[in-house]
């Protein structure tokens, strides 16, 4: 199973923008640790990545969406409003891992300013925290080809080929 931070939402946007009462947000905080033990003790493997972007890359980004038409979907209110709270924002956070960063179901927190590495970084992390047994494949082989038969030619009959570009 994997969980992100936004499966902490309550923890994160939820509480920095007011969609959740302080007692809400408390009581959430106060289950996760729990929950998050009864899955691992139920032999559930629970991994927990935070992918951590800086300041500048954010607003960096987010300068991108705006100036790139293909990303301006990627825009809304709640993203622009997250760049003006950025220090709320980072001190729910570091609250959110203080909190839930435990021995039995710790964070992994992967720098991702840039972006292709975070992935590389996180994908070869993950794989390195799942068991696993190689398998074997019975693969198959490849059979010879049968004669060409008469009057089979090289190639196909066309007239209207695509140019070779690359």
Excluded at 61 to 80: G, Q, Y
Excluded at 101 to 106: A, L, R, S
Aim: net charge positive; charged share 30%; hydrophobic share 35%.
């Amino acid at each position: 199973m994997l969980f992100d931070r936004s499966w902490y939402n309550r923890a994160g946007v939820e509480r920095v923008m007011g969609f959740c009462t302080t007692d809400e947000y408390e009581r959430f905080m106060r289950l996760v640790p729990s929950f998050e033990r009864e899955i691992v003790d139920n032999g559930i493997i629970l991994l927990k990545y935070f992918l951590d972007v800086s300041q500048d890359e954010q607003r960096r980004r987010f300068a991108d969406r705006i100036e790139d038409p293909v990303k301006h979907w990627k825009l809304s209110p709640m993203d622009t409003e997250s760049v003006r709270r950025w220090w709320d924002y980072t001190l729910a956070y570091q609250d959110m891992l203080r909190a839930t960063d435990t021995p039995h179901c710790p964070w992994h927190v992967v720098p991702s300013d840039d972006k292709r590495r975070a992935r590389l970084n996180l994908i070869a992390h993950l794989l390195n925290q799942v068991p696993y047994e190689k398998v074997k494949v019975a693969l198959p082989k490849v059979p010879k080809a049968e004669p060409r038969p008469k009057g089979a030619e090289d190639g196909l009959p066309a007239s209207h080929i695509v140019p070779t570009r690359y």
